[in-house]
């Protein structure tokens, strides 16, 4: 079973770029679905992007145009690049994969935008 472990978030100004990774370990990790959610303080957790095994990706409407995901099979790791951040992008940032039965969530990384 693959376990997911999420990197890159930290404090960075209004219009500012960070890069999530969301590392995987184990088997077959090509074929999982990935997503990247996140969750503002006393709200729900909401899906940002989506990437298929294949690389095809979606996006909330929120983020289209400023955030692209991405993934890398030979390095078993996710991206998500955030672009032109805004203070309604801070949350815990969540990396999501699920395949057949399989349903994993990392435990989360904060990204804060903030003068």
């Known amino acids: 079973q693959v376990q997911l472990v999420e990197s890159g978030g930290g404090l960075v100004q209004p219009g500012g770029s960070l890069r999530l990774s969301c590392a995987a370990s184990?088997?077959?990790?090509?074929?999982?679905?990935v997503d990247w959610y996140r969750q503002a303080p006393g709200k729900q957790r909401d899906l940002v992007a989506t990437?298929?095994?294949?690389?095809?990706?979606n996006y909330a409407d929120s983020v289209k145009g400023r955030f692209t995901i991405s993934r890398d099979n030979a390095k078993n790791t996710v991206y998500l690049q955030m672009n032109s951040l805004k203070p309604e992008d801070t949350a815990v940032y969540y990396c999501h994969a699920a395949y057949a039965s399989y349903n994993i969530w990392g435990q989360g990384t904060q990204v804060t935008v903030s003068s």
């Open positions: 990437i298929s095994g294949g690389g095809r990706s």
């Open positions: 184990g088997r077959l990790f090509s074929r999982y679905v």
